[in-house]
């Protein structure tokens, strides 16, 4: 049964013993394995959003919810990322800087596909954006190594691929314009 104070707990102690994402993904991984208690313990996704459960100079723990078919640009966390899949699923590109020119563009460099159950490390230099390709909301723990919220980052320019700072505002505004499309429906 998932126990989120237990969760917190051990994430915490995994960062701990190594403050790289393997310990932690252990914890992310065994947590989604078992889907339908993490739905249960921190209810079914009624809205598009992210809820902090966790926050400190070392460790963020968020419940992530994507909207239907929502999509977010391309962005840097500028740390280690673990991601569980409680319910439904997150498509992801990874991107790379290209080197010619001014080094602020990018270009497509992979994808995986994380569904139901799937856990996922993202290592402190990738780039990607995420997308929910399903026409219902997806739920997803995401652990970041570090304050997810204080951290100086970037993101990409979904049509030109030209770096620009991350604006936090603009992604809250994805989440709540994902929303008002729910509502309509």
């Known amino acids: 049964m998932f126990d989120l104070d237990r969760f917190i707990a051990d994430c915490r102690e995994a960062i701990a013993q190594d403050s790289s994402h393997k310990s932690v993904r252990e914890v992310v991984a065994r947590a989604v394995a078992d889907h339908a208690s993490v739905i249960k313990a921190l209810g079914e996704p009624t ?15 968020l419940n992530l919810s994507w909207g239907p078919l929502m999509t977010l640009q391309p962005h840097d966390h500028r740390m280690w990322a673990c991601i569980g899949i409680y319910g439904g699923r997150e498509d992801n590109i990874f991107w790379r800087r290209i080197a010619e020119g001014d080094g602020h563009h990018i270009e497509a460099a992979g994808a995986k596909a994380l569904s139901t159950g799937d856990c996922a490390v993202l290592g402190k230099d990738i780039i990607h954006s995420v997308t929910n390709p399903i026409p219902r909301l997806t739920g997803a723990i995401h652990v970041y190594g570090g304050d997810f919220f204080a951290a100086h ?33």
């Not at 992210?50 to 963020?60: C, E, K, N, W």
């Not at 809250?172 to 314009?177: A, G, I, K, L, N």
């Open 47 to 61: 809205k598009a959003g992210l809820v902090p459960l966790y926050r400190s100079a070392d460790l963020t723990i």
């Open 153 to 185: 980052r970037s993101e990409w320019d979904p049509e030109t691929l030209e770096e620009g700072p991350y604006d936090s505002a603009k992604v809250m505004q994805r989440f709540e314009d994902s929303n008002a499309m729910l509502a309509r429906r």
